[in-house]
């Protein structure tokens, strides 16, 4: 049975591997020079570049996936947890703050931003566990594809451990009221396409996954787990084909039948499974009548957002960073509002750097620091120019915020990813880093399903699809389209 797969993110590479290791024959379809779609890879003068992804969470899942595929993940990635697991700089305050790995010392560190916090801390994690828990067991790696399919099974009982009205600002409002706890607590939100303000209570659990999971890292860099699946999926027979973007999907009588290349070839194929962005998939590639939701579908979602990013080579060691660094700003709602409400550029940005050269000295050449910059931006469409003038401003507050007074002077190679880039390189809809934002209205049976609804042989699998955002979730949607394609097309014994 032929399977064509439109993008090599990690989500359209773990259904090729899961596929092909049942006997499926894969084909992946790649328009950029290199596989792995956000997290893709660059080298430029010594150093090696993640270009997106660079916090390995959920380690739980990720092993749960390659389980599936009969591989060890500790053998195949060399797996670090860092500790500690970050640093914070937060407005007004001189001192930087390292976040331990342990937390009865984090609770030290709550202790002093709130009298009882430290107390507080111990059993609002162990809450948000047993939500993780029941998320996990229950609904993260399960096709809903409807609201019946919440409550199936026993889902229906143990979800009454998981709060689900409100936000997840109000929810942890409730029991800490610093504003330092609180932005501890729900900065995760940004990994999610999300705010604090938007995402529902449930995803208080991100807690969970950021202190009671930890913060890892795969030495040799992020991408050494897309080269993991990529050798997976060769050693199972599937065949990678770069610079092949795919125009459109050929229809018959409810079905897909062909893909069309930009040569104007149609190769034939018993299933396609696209792991571009949906919104392209259905707007572009498909042809009005085989679109499972309308184009208004589109233009009201909540999206993601937008991102700068930089890729920079800093000359000596900067021992103000730490392999990951963030910077809060004082006014924690203004900052959400610009991105979600009002789409402007935010005047004093909260930030995240990442120097994963102060744990590979693979990354970087010796006696130079490996930096990436990214600062959430609204998803818009912004100018190139108006951009190049901000991401100036952006290397000054770095420099302003961290204390690095001679920032700018020691950056030796540099890159800027403009959020134009987002729709250029991944065919984004308007420049979304993340894709569709985990709100209440996109979140489970809410979200978009693993399985067209027009066609019967055409599937998706990324960020887009439930469960959505991020490496270790997309695979699971791997794993979830995976299974169906075994039920509806299941290969001859
Ligand atoms: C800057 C940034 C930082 C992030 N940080 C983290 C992190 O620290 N940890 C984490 O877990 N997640 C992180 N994420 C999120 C994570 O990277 C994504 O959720 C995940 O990688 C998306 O995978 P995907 O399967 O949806 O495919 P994508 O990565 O979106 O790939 C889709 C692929 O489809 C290709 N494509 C599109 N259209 C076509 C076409 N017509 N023909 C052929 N190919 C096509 C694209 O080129 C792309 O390669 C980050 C994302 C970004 C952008």
């Known amino acids: 049975m032929k399977v064509a797969i ?42 090696t570049f993640d270009m997106g992804p660079s916090w390995y969470l959920m380690p739980d899942v990720f092993k749960q996936f390659f389980d599936l595929l009969d591989e060890d993940v500790d053998e195949l990635l060399d797996l670090v947890r860092l500790d500690p697991s970050y640093r914070v700089f937060f407005e007004g305050t001189p001192e930087p703050v390292d976040i331990p790995a342990d937390t009865k010392e984090l609770a030290h560190i709550f202790e002093q931003f709130e009298a009882g916090a430290g107390a507080k801390l111990s059993k609002y994690l162990a809450r948000v566990k047993a939500q993780y828990e029941v998320i996990t067991t229950h609904y993260l790696w399960k096709n809903l594809q409807s609201p019946l399919t919440l409550v199936g ?14 936000s997840v600002d109000s929810y942890v409002k409730r029991t800490f009221s610093s504003p330092k706890i609180r932005q501890l607590l729900e900065y995760t939100l940004v990994f999610l396409g999300a705010s604090p303000y938007n995402a529902p209570a449930m995803y208080a659990m991100m807690a969970h996954v950021d202190y009671g999971l930890g913060v890892f890292y795969p030495q040799g860099g992020m991408y050494t787990l897309i080269e993991a699946l990529v050798s997976i999926g060769k050693k199972h027979g599937v065949t990678f084909k770069l610079n092949t ?11 897909a039948t062909a893909i069309r290349l930009e040569d104007g070839s149609e190769p034939q194929y018993d299933i396609v499974i696209s792991n571009a962005d949906m919104e392209h998939t259905e707007t572009v590639l498909l042809e009005e009548s085989a679109r499972s939701y309308p184009k208004t579908y589109w233009d009201r979602r909540t999206l993601g957002p937008s991102a700068l990013l930089m890729y920079l080579g800093v000359k000596g060691d900067i021992e103000q960073f730490k392999h ?9 709602s ?15 940005p909260c930030f995240y750097l990442c ?3 102060k744990t590979d000295p693979s990354v970087a050449p010796k006696g130079f620091e490996n930096v990436f910059v990214l600062i959430p931006l609204p998803a818009t469409h912004f100018n190139d120019s108006e951009m190049h003038t901000y991401a100036e401003s952006i290397i000054d507050h770095i420099s302003t915020v961290t204390g690095v007074k001679d920032f700018r002077e020691r950056i030796t190679y540099r890159r800027d990813f403009y959020p134009s880039e987002f729709i250029t390189r991944y065919n984004s ?13 996109q979140t489970a049976f809410l979200r978009p399903s693993g399985k067209s609804r027009k066609l019967k042989n055409l599937y998706y699998v990324g960020a887009g699809v439930h469960p959505g955002v991020g490496m270790p979730v997309c695979l699971i949607s791997s794993h979830i389209s995976a299974q169906q394609i075994f039920k509806d097309f299941p290969l001859a014994t």
Request: aromatic letters at 10%; glycine letters at 14%.
């Open 355 to 357: 120097a994963p050269s």
């Open 429 to 441: 809809q308007s420049a979304t880093a993340l894709g569709l934002a985990h709100t209440l209205t």
């Open 6 to 47: 439109i993008g090599s993110g990690i989500g359209g590479l773990g259904a090729a591997a899961l596929l092909a290791s049942r006997g499926y024959e894969v084909t992946v379809y790649e328009k950029n020079d290199v596989l792995g779609g956000r997290a893709a890879v660059y080298e430029a003068e010594g150093f």
């Open 153 to 166: 099974r026993g889902a229906g009982k143990a979800l009454i451990h998981v709060p689900l009205f409100g």
């Open 245 to 255: 973007p795919i125009t459109a999907i050929i229809t018959q009588k409810g079905r």
């Open 334 to 348: 203004t900052h959400f509002k610009s991105i979600y409400e009002s789409k402007d550029l935010p005047e004093n």
């Open 324 to 332: 990951h660094t963030l910077y809060f700003s004082e006014d924690w």
